[in-house]
């Protein structure tokens, strides 16, 4: 076991070999080296502190993956500070909850993707930036938020920038902060990241230094690292993929992260070629865009060796596609959730192609894995289905301010049940065969049904709603809104997206309909999701002639 806090880490990998390159943006040759980056997360640390940010406080960080955005996340680990992640793709719903829910103090962010405007966005919930001097901000809605930060040189109304932080940061004693790392330990959260659960609800997952420094280390040792491997990064920071299985790995063994700001398949392509990097990861649909791409056939590949598959359940022949056409030989695959910092098990890069293929490999080291009778909670034999269930130093410190909710996901044996469906195979390898809880996972983003059923239930045309998984060729599933009307009432499809529209996430509206008069019930009046997804695949299907 590592037994070293975040900063720990960086410093002994930066006195390793400071001249090594940390981080590369290739489509604008961006380069820090290890010695340069630890010097910038001093500064901004040192800003961040001039700014009142202190111990135990919970920073949001909302943004793609901009240079800076690691530097945030470090700055913060320096001053004992907690980095919540933001999902990119949040609404004014979705943020306006994460900021009460974590008591953000101070929320930093980039400009937006696509159709939203992060600025805007949070004057809208925080009409008072624009009238109240910058560090003595008084939200009516948030009484914890002080400062809110743009992640860039450009300079908004009741906004710090990054450079005047830098510069703020220059009258701060370096002392002061070495005196708060040194307060700092492992078993500290350094990190939240933000899941919903069944209940629609979502819930920060605290996780600490010893959670995600040990897991990217396994998860890492599992391909072979080095601090040779120069790792291609076109996954989002604000999730387990990108920070644990990514920036954990390459860190844990001194090598080179290869980022990308937001995925696209083109950059990620000349990126491997200019930078002859050893792995790339992604979920399925990253790897299908890239393989489809029309110039893919113009790039190097040569030098790939590995990466990882996640995120969603990865097709047998897409896998094997990529091993040989990307010449991802040791391609591997990581099953977990958020909640075990996210890696429970991964297949191995000398395992056969088939295994890797085919499953989900095996434990992680230090991590028991067992798969529980959902009814009796006792444990499965091999080849008999129940849930994944797994302890160890991987499982998280609870979810923030939810007790209850905690204690529900960890049984009385420091169990954390994952809420997926799996099977042991007689070599030890795990294969998940489907889910207890009706998560939607549609290219690789989860959606909770719950989640969307408590926000649509709202409008005043629908009496009730289920919303479930529909089979999906391109996506794996999509999500389905199953709706019973008030009598006399009319709804549209239409209508239910402009209800979605600027409120939740895109990737959560409904993509399939269907209106009917009762939902398929047990005989003791439970509602059948199995069979809404049923009904609506086999609809899409010889009704649509969709796949």
């Known amino acids: 076991m590592i037994e070293l806090t975040l900063n720990q880490l960086l410093k002994e990998k930066t006195a390793e070999n400071p001249k090594q390159e940390f981080m590369i943006y290739a489509d604008r040759n961006l380069r820090f080296t290890y010695e340069e980056f630890n010097n910038r997360v001093d500064d901004l640390a040192c800003g961040l502190y001039s700014l009142g940010v202190k111990k135990g406080d919970n920073v949001g960080i909302w943004a793609t993956n901009v240079p800076d955005w690691l530097t945030y996340m470090f700055a913060c680990a320096r001053l004992g500070a907690v980095a919540v992640t933001v999902n990119t793709s949040y609404k004014l719903h979705e943020l306006e909850y994460l900021v009460k829910q974590a008591d953000l103090t101070t929320l930093c962010l980039s400009d937006g993707v696509k159709d939203s405007n992060y600025v805007s966005m949070i004057k809208e919930l925080v009409p008072e930036l624009d009238t109240y001097e910058r560090g003595c901000l ?57 899941t919903s659960g069944t209940t629609g609800f979502p819930k920060g997952v605290m996780l600490t230094s010893r959670n995600i420094i040990n897991n990217g280390f396994s998860i890492g040792e599992s391909m072979r690292y080095t601090n040779k491997e120069r790792v291609c990064l076109p996954v989002p920071l604000f999730h387990c993929f990108g920070i644990v299985l990514g920036v954990m790995a ?48 113009m790039f190097d590949m040569s030098t790939l060796r590995t990466g990882i598959m996640a995120g969603a359940g990865c097709p047998v022949e897409l896998m094997k596609t990529v091993m040989d056409k990307m010449n991802m030989k040791e391609i591997t695959s990581v099953y977990g959730l958020t909640e075990t ?11 056969s192609a088939e295994v890797r293929a085919t499953t989900v490999g095996y434990e992680l080291p230090d991590i028991e894995v067992k798969v529980l009778d959902p009814e009796t909670n006792e444990e499965c034999p091999v080849g008999v289905q129940g849930e ?25 044996n420091g169990f954390l049940h994952s809420g997926d469906l799996g099977v042991k195979g007689e070599d030890g390898n795990y294969r998940i065969t489907g889910r207890i809880k009706d998560m939607i996972i549609r290219g690789g983003e989860n959606i909770y049904p719950r989640e969307l059923e408590e926000f649509l239930i709202d409008m005043p045309q629908i009496k009730d709603i289920q919303v479930a998984a529909v089979k999906d060729k391109k996506y794996g599933e999509i999500t389905g809104a199953f709706i019973i009307l008030h009598e006399g009432e009319k709804l549209t499809e239409e209508d239910v997206i402009e209800y979605c529209r600027g409120k939740i996430s895109k990737y959560k509206w409904p993509q399939f309909f269907m209106f009917l008069k009762e939902f398929p019930m047990t005989g003791s009046g439970k509602i059948q999701k199995f069979k809404l997804t049923e009904m609506g695949t086999k609809y899409r299907k010889e009704v649509l002639g969709i796949e």
């Open 388 to 412: 994944m269930c797994c302890r160890g130093y991987n499982i998280m410190k609870g979810y923030y301010k939810m007790p209850e909710a905690t204690a529900e996901i960890i049984d009385e």
């Open 250 to 297: 390459i860190l844990s063994h001194g090598a080179t992260h290869v980022l990308l700001e937001s995925f696209d398949p083109l950059v990620a392509l000349a990126s491997i070629q200019k930078e002859k990097c050893t792995a790339i990861y992604g979920v399925p649909t990253m790897y299908i865009a890239e393989l489809n791409h029309p110039m893919f056939s």
């Open 341 to 351: 910092s996210p890696g429970m098990t991964q297949s191995r890069w000398n395992q």
């Open 138 to 194: 008084k939200s009516a809605r948030f009484p914890f938020l002080k400062n809110v930060i743009f992640m860039g040189p450009e300079k908004f109304r009741g906004l710090y920038s990054t450079p005047e932080l830098l510069l703020l940061g220059k009258h701060v004693d370096i002392n002061i902060i070495r005196e708060i790392e040194a307060s700092v330990t492992p078993d500290d959260v350094v990190n939240m990241q933000y």
